[in-house]
């Protein structure tokens, strides 16, 4: 099970982190990916981690803005998520896979309920 939280409302410019608390098992050999879906859009990728943290990847929406990092040992995931913007604004979901790293959303097994950013001043 996963419980994506750290959500709220920011202002353009601020930071947020988000947590993916993972239960029920181990998070080795899981990758893990966030994603976001704004109303009336899909649901897209926003960055991912593979399952020893020496991989990660973002679309350029996102790069140098978020952080995504992760602590097996306590079977945590983190966005960082800095110089928000209001386009940033979405629920966040953390996803959960074997494997390497996927951008497809559809390729992900197993998901978390979102957590909401909203950025607005």
């Known amino acids: 099970q996963l419980q994506a939280s750290g959500g709220g409302l920011v202002q353009p410019g601020g930071s947020l982190r988000l947590s993916c608390a993972v239960s029920?098992?181990?998070?080795?050999?899981?990758?893990i990916g966030w994603f976001r879906q704004a109303p009336g859009k899909e649901r897209e990728f926003v960055a991912a981690?593979?399952?020893?943290?020496?991989?990660?990847r973002y679309p350029d929406s996102v790069k140098g803005r978020f952080i995504i990092s992760r602590d097996n040992a306590k079977n945590m995931v983190y966005l960082q998520m800095n110089s928000l913007k209001p386009e940033d604004t979405a629920v966040y979901y953390c996803a959960a896979d074997r494997g390497s790293i996927k951008t497809i959303t559809s390729t992900w097994a197993y998901w978390g309920q979102g957590t909401q950013v909203t950025v607005s001043s």
């Open positions: 029920g098992t181990t998070l080795d050999h899981y990758a």
């Open positions: 981690i593979s399952w020893s943290g020496d991989t990660t």
